[in-house]
């Protein structure tokens, strides 16, 4: 049963304007969250993270979004660029007690493509 | 480059066929993993290894055989593959962590299982 779930799995948006990708999870324990972006032939490379200790976090056009009561997170990209085109994977993890990190689960992914 | 090498990046392989996949990174980082990427499926963890001892092996099937000589270099070992098995196996490793939580991946090697 899958604990991280990105139920669109491609989202087409015009260049300039807002991608919004979703991700939904059902383990309550998960405290840690993080998206990967993919391109073809390359290996995924860490995004943005949140923690679950707050519910926003921004770095440049990227901002991710938590929503602890509905085991949701967004990943919100603007303006979008046709560079930001790749496959986005969701994932998520439990910090163990004393702070080590708990393996990461990852979602199916969704690829974005930003069209000109 | 990522910091995280893995060799060789296509390998097509027999089913009675023994290859061995490797993947290396000078991060400093302590913890390895093996993650495979199917199509239309998450990235399935495989197997980790912390300080270079096997923390979690994921009913991965007997066939694929990790080793972790060092905390740099990690090596799966593949024997009598079936055609499902075909995928992108990615390596990662991550720091034991403090802060910044993240794995840093490698560019895969894409299977083929003929």
């Known amino acids: 049963d899958q604990q991280v779930k990105q139920n669109s799995p491609s989202l087409s948006v015009q260049e300039g304007r807002i991608s919004i990708l979703n991700c939904d999870y059902t383990?309550?324990?998960?405290?840690?969250f993080l998206w990967y972006k993919k391109y073809p032939a390359e290996g995924p490379t860490f995004l943005i993270s949140?923690?679950?200790?707050?519910d926003k976090n921004e770095d440049g056009r990227f901002t991710v979004f938590l929503n602890k009561s509905a085991k949701h997170l967004s990943l919100h990209i603007v303006p979008s660029q046709p560079g930001d085109s790749a496959v986005y994977f969701c994932?998520?993890?439990?910090?163990?007690?004393?702070?080590?990190?708990?393996?990461?689960?990852f979602g199916k992914g969704t690829k974005l493509s930003v069209k000109p | 480059e990522t910091g995280v090498t893995q060799t060789p990046r296509h390998l097509v392989m027999g089913m009675t066929n023994k290859k061995s996949l490797k993947c290396e990174q000078h991060?400093?980082?302590?913890?390895m993993y093996w993650y495979k990427q199917s199509a239309k499926k998450p990235l399935e963890l495989m197997f980790v290894?912390?300080?270079?001892?096997?923390?979690e092996n994921n009913s991965v099937p007997s066939r694929f055989s990790p080793e972790c000589p060092n905390s740099s270099h990690l090596f799966l070992h593949l024997h009598t593959l079936q055609p499902e098995d075909s995928a992108l196996y990615l390596c990662?490793?991550?720091?034991?962590?403090?802060?910044?939580?993240?794995?840093?991946f490698g560019s895969g090697t894409r299977l083929t299982v003929v």
């Open positions: 290894y912390n300080f270079k001892e096997q923390t």
């Open positions: 991060l400093g980082h302590n913890a």
């Open positions: 949140i923690s679950s200790i707050k």
């Open positions: 990662a490793s991550s720091q034991d962590p403090r802060g910044n939580y993240g794995y840093t």
């Open positions: 994932a998520a993890s439990v910090m163990n007690y004393g702070g080590s990190q708990g393996n990461l689960i």
């Open positions: 383990n309550s324990m998960f405290d840690y």
